[in-house]
Each structure stands twice: as structure tokens, then as C-alpha cells.
């Protein structure tokens, strides 16, 4: 095989409109393989719980839809959350009414099935260390930006 000649390079271009084009084709293997999407629960869907609403609502859609409020306050603003409760309270559909307010992408990561049982067996250190690095990953604030995180438990 022949080496490319630098005319033959010179003469290759990419322009914006090949790249919208190309976007219009093709999406993230994330979406792809259904590890991500935007849910199409509503907060109508969710009922009530107008000060967990206005929460949300403040901090994660308002900066996704609007992305100079970031600016506004030097990026300070919370990215991470915690709903706790009993099994059925909506925690889960709570987060996929954010997603879909926003719409963000919505993954849907259940750390129980990471998480083994206490029992320190060489299974559960190494589940624990993967919980562990997944916890220090996401508490990396400075280098994710636009990245929410929803966490829910009922324990």
C-alpha cells in the first residue's frame, strides 16, 4: 500500500455541514445499546412534592436549559443528590421526571447489584473497591461539567 501524498491530504476536508450531516446518522453507542435515555415520565406523572420540584427544577433543569446561569454563579452550583425512602415512594420516577424536564439522558446504574453483601470474601473486597472508585469518580466535581447525579436509596 502506497503512502498518501501530500496533495492527496491537502485536498481532503471536513466541513461543518459533513459534520451535522454525520450527526444526523449516527448516535452515541451509549444510546445505542440502551444504556442511556431521556424517559418520558412527566411531573405530572410524579404528583405533589412541589419543594423537591422547585429543588430539581432550580439547580439541574434550569441549568441544562440555561446554561448562562452556570456563568452567572462561577459554576457553584449542586450537581449531586440524594433521594432516600422506603421501596415505591417514587425516588426512581423522580429522577427520570428531572431527565425528562431537562432533557438530559437518564442512567439508570442500581448499586445493589455492585455492591455484594458483607462477608469479606475476596468477591465482595473487590465489589467494594469498585464502589468505592465508582463513589470517588463521581465525586470529581471540577471534572465533569453538565453532569448530574441522582442517587437513591432506601436504606
Known amino acids: 500500500m502506497e503512502p498518501w501524498l ?3 491530504i491537502d485536498k481532503l476536508t471536513i466541513t461543518m455541514d459533513d459534520i451535522e450531516k454525520a450527526l444526523k446518522k449516527v448516535q452515541p453507542s451509549s ?8 424517559p418520558d415520565v412527566k411531573w405530572e406523572d ?5 419543594d423537591i420540584r422547585e429543588t430539581f427544577e432550580r439547580f439541574i433543569v434550569n441549568s441544562i436549559k440555561y446554561p448562562e446561569i452556570n456563568k452567572i454563579f462561577g459554576g457553584d452550583i449542586q450537581t449531586r443528590f440524594l433521594l432516600f425512602g422506603p421501596p415505591g415512594c417514587g425516588k426512581t420516577l423522580i429522577a427520570k421526571a ?19 453483601k458483607r462477608n469479606n470474601s475476596t468477591g465482595e473486597r473487590s465489589s467494594q473497591r469498585m464502589v468505592t472508585q465508582l463513589l470517588t469518580e463521581l465525586d470529581g466535581r471540577d471534572q465533569r461539567h ?7 436509596t432506601n436504606k
Not at 410524579?46 to 412541589?50: A, T
Open 146 to 152: 453538565g453532569v448530574f447525579v441522582i442517587g437513591a
Open 46 to 50: 410524579v404528583g405533589g412534592l412541589n
Open 98 to 116: 428531572v431527565a425528562n424536564e431537562a432533557g438530559a439522558n437518564f442512567i439508570y446504574v442500581k448499586i445493589d447489584s455492585l455492591a455484594a
Open 6 to 8: 501530500d496533495e492527496a
Open 31 to 38: 444510546k445505542r445499546e440502551g444504556f442511556s435515555t431521556i
